[in-house]
């Protein structure tokens, strides 16, 4: 088996969980046999002392036909 990993930002208005899943949810639109997701870092971006935007770096790793 060969696996390629790729880099995403996911991103969410509510948390980081979301920012993971609709990283993985858009990958999973265009790639086929996703093996895993790694988390490699969180960040958000600050509006008027608020978090406005929930970022999560990830890498998916999936399969290579």
């Known amino acids: 088996m060969v ?20 990283a993985v949810m858009e990958a ?3 790639l086929d ?5 790694e988390v490699t870092n969180f960040t958000a971006n600050i509006d008027n002392g608020h978090i406005e935007e ?3 770096d990830v890498k998916i790793a999936f399969q290579v036909h």
């Open 54 to 56: 929930y970022r999560a």
């Open 33 to 37: 046999d996703i093996l895993g997701v």
């Open 3 to 22: 696996v390629k990993v790729i880099e995403l930002v996911g991103t969410s208005r509510h948390n980081w969980t979301d920012a993971v899943d609709n």
């Open 28 to 30: 999973s639109k265009t």
